[in-house]
C-alpha cells in the first residue's frame, strides 16, 4: 500500500476511529449485565497501575518513530527507516518484558497494599501479557504512520476492537461461575486477546510489504544491473548506528511520555481531590462518588467521542508535519495546519452541538438518566477546544518542541487540580466545580499550544474560519430545536432524537458549504466517495 496524502490519510484513521468508539459503547452496556458492576469495579481497579507502566514502555514511542521514519522516507533513505524499527523494537520489548517479569512477581504484594481490594489479583495477572504486546503493536503502528500508511493501523484497530468485545463478553460470561473475581479476570483476558490479534495483523502487514519491496527490488535489478549498487551505496551513506537512534528516540519519546504521564497523575489525583472537596462540601461519600462516576463514565466518554477525529487528525499530522520541516517547506507547514484546525473544528461542531440542545434526552437514552444532562449541556460548548488542542500538541511535537507540549499540560494540571479543589469543596458548587475545572483547564492549554506555534513558526490562525464555524453552529442549533419540538415520532423518543440529529446534521453541511468551510476539493480527496464530487470542482 502506497502512502497516502494527509487527508486521505487522515480520513482512514478517521473511519477506524469513529467506529472504534461506537463499537466501544457495547462492552460498557453488556459488561455490567454479566459480572455486575462490582465485577465492572474490580475489572477497572488494575488499570490505573496498568496504564502508568504501558505509558513507561510505550509513552511517545509510536510518536517518536512516526517522525524519524517520515523524515527519512522524506529523504529517500529507506533503509534507515527499517533500522529505525529493528532498533525501537529491541528497546520497547526490552522495557516491556522487564516490566512484564516485575508485574508478575510483584503481583501479590501490589494487589495486597497498593491497591484496594485483593479480589483484583486474576484480573492483574491476566492483563499482564498485554504489556508486551502492546509494545511491539505501537512501534509497527508509528513505523506506518511514519511511511504515512494509515491502513494497517486503521485495520489492526477495527479487527483488535471486534475480537476485544466479543472475547471479553464471552470469557466473562465463561468464568462467572466461579465467581466475580474470575469474572472480571475472563474480561481482561478477553481484552489481551483482542490486543494479540490487533499485533498479528501488523505484523502481517509489514510482512506483505516487505515481500512486495523486494519484489519491486529484484525487478529493478534486473532491468537496471547498476541500480542494486547504487542503491547499497545510497544505503551505507543513509544508515546512522543504534546510539545515534536511541538518542533521537529518547529526545522525542521522552518529553511526550512525560507528558502522558502527567495527564495520569492528574487523573488520579483529580479522582482523589474531586472526592474529597465534594465531601468538605458536605456531600455523603455515595452521592459524591456517584456524581464523580456520572461525570467521569457518562459524561466525559460522550464528551469525547468526536476525539476519535481529531486523534486521527493528530496522528496523520506528525508524519506530515515532519516531512515538510525536514525539507524546510514552511508554506505547506501553514497548510497542513489551517486544514487539520478547520477539520477538526468543522466535524466536531455538530457534536458540540447535539450534545448541548439535547443533552437531556441523549443522557436519558444512554443511561436511563437525564439529571446528569446539565453537566453535558455546561461542558459541550467549550469541546472545540478539546477537539482542537490534539493537533496543536501533535504539531508541537513534530516540528520538535514537545518540551514545549509538557510545561502547556502540565500548567493546565496544576490550574485544573486547584480549581477542582477550590470550586467542588464550595456546597454552591459541588460536581460543578470539577466540570468548570476541566472547561477551564481546556481552554487554557488550548491557547498556551497556539501561542507556543505562533511564536514557533509564525503561525496565524484563519479567524474567519472560527467565526464561520460559530455561525454555522448556531444556524444548526435553532434547527435542531425546531426538529426536535415539532418533527413527529414524539412518542417514540429514539425515533425523534435520531429525525432531529438528521436534520440538523443536514442543516449544518448544507451551512458549511455554504460558509466554504469545505469545498468540493476537498471532498474530491475523500476515499471511495470522492470520484462522485469531480464534476462540482
Known amino acids: 500500500m502506497n502512502k497516502q496524502s ?87 520489548v526490552s522495557a516491556g518484558a522487564m516490566c512484564m517479569v516485575l508485574s508478575l512477581l510483584l503481583a501479590p504484594w501490589i494487589t495486597q497494599v497498593i491497591l484496594p481490594d485483593a479480589r483484583v489479583y ?80 501488523l505484523l502481517w502487514q509489514y510482512e506483505r510489504e516487505q515481500k512486495r519491496r523486494k519484489k519491486m527490488h529484484t525487478e529493478k535489478s534486473l532491468d537496471d544491473p547498476e541500480s542494486e549498487k547504487k542503491n547499497s551505496q545510497g544505503t551505507d551513506d543513509a544508515s546512522l548506528n543504534n546510539r545515534s537512534i536511541l538518542k533521537r528516540l529518547a529526545g522525542i519519546a521522552l518529553p511526550v511520555t512525560g507528558g502522558r504521564m502527567i495527564g495520569s497523575v492528574s487523573y488520579l489525583l483529580e479522582s482523589i481531590i474531586t472526592a474529597r472537596s465534594l465531601a468538605l462540601a458536605g456531600i455523603a461519600t455515595s452521592v459524591a462518588t456517584a456524581q464523580y462516576g456520572a461525570l467521569q463514565g457518562m459524561i466525559i466518554p460522550l464528551l469525547l467521542l468526536p476525539g476519535a477525529i481529531t486523534m486521527s487528525l493528530a496522528v496523520a499530522l506528525v508524519p506530515s508535519l515532519s516531512e515538510a520541516a525536514a525539507r524546510g517547506d514552511k508554506t505547506l507547514i501553514h497548510k497542513r495546519m489551517n486544514q487539520a484546525l478547520r477539520l477538526a473544528l468543522v466535524t466536531g461542531a455538530p457534536f458540540a452541538v447535539i450534545m448541548f440542545v439535547l443533552a437531556e434526552p441523549l443522557c436519558m437514552l444512554m443511561y436511563s438518566n437525564a439529571e446528569i444532562g446539565s453537566m453535558l449541556k455546561i461542558m459541550a ?31 493546565g494540571a496544576f490550574i485544573k487540580l486547584g480549581l477542582i479543589l477550590y470550586l467542588s469543596s464550595n456546597p454552591e458548587f459541588g460536581i460543578h466545580g470539577a466540570v468548570i475545572a476541566i472547561i477551564v483547564n481546556s481552554i487554557i492549554v488550548t491557547f498556551l499550544h497556539s501561542f507556543s506555534i505562533s511564536r514557533l513558526i509564525g503561525f496565524r490562525f484563519k479567524g474567519v474560519d472560527y467565526i464561520k464555524t460559530i455561525a454555522v453552529m448556531i444556524i444548526m442549533g435553532g434547527g435542531l430545536l425546531y426538529s426536535y419540538r415539532h418533527f413527529p415520532f414524539s412518542e417514540v423518543p429514539w425515533l425523534q432524537f435520531l429525525t432531529a440529529c438528521f436534520a440538523g446534521v443536514v442543516l449544518f453541511a448544507a451551512a458549511v458549504f455554504m460558509a466554504k468551510l469545505v469545498t468540493p476539493r476537498d471532498l474530491v480527496r475523500v476515499p471511495v466517495l470522492g470520484k462522485w464530487f469531480v464534476r462540482f470542482q
Open 6 to 92: 494527509f487527508i486521505k490519510g487522515t480520513l482512514i484513521l478517521l473511519t477506524a476511529g469513529i467506529l472504534n468508539r461506537l463499537l466501544g459503547f457495547i462492552p460498557r452496556i453488556a459488561l455490567p449485565r454479566i459480572i455486575g458492576p462490582e465485577g465492572v469495579g474490580i475489572y477497572q481497579l488494575g488499570y490505573p497501575f496498568f496504564i502508568v507502566l504501558v505509558t513507561l514502555i510505550t509513552g511517545g514511542i509510536p510518536l517518536a518513530i512516526a517522525k524519524l521514519v517520515a523524515e527519512a522516507e522524506g529523504a529517500g533513505h529507506t533503509e534507515r527507516s527499517r533500522q529505525i524499527l529493528r532498533t525501537s523494537l529491541i528497546l520497547t
Open 122 to 201: 486474576q484480573t492483574f495477572v491476566s492483563m499482564t501479557p498485554m504489556m508486551m504486546i502492546i509494545a511491539v503493536s505501537a512501534v509497527y503502528r508509528g513505523y506506518f504512520q511514519g511511511k504515512q500508511n494509515m491502513v494497517p493501523s486503521a485495520a489492526s484497530s477495527i479487527i483488535e476492537t471486534i475480537v476485544r468485545i466479543v472475547c471479553m463478553l464471552w470469557f466473562a460470561h465463561l468464568l462467572m461461575p466461579k465467581g466475580i473475581a474470575f469474572g472480571a479476570a475472563g474480561a481482561m483476558l478477553g481484552t489481551a486477546v483482542g490486543e494479540l490479534i490487533g499485533m498479528l495483523v
Open 381 to 411: 460548548p467549550f469541546a472545540l477546544f478539546l477537539y482542537v488542542q490534539a493537533p496543536l500538541q501533535a504539531a508541537l511535537q513534530a516540528l520538535d518542541r514537545p518540551g514545549r507540549a509538557l510545561i502547556n499540560t502540565l500548567i
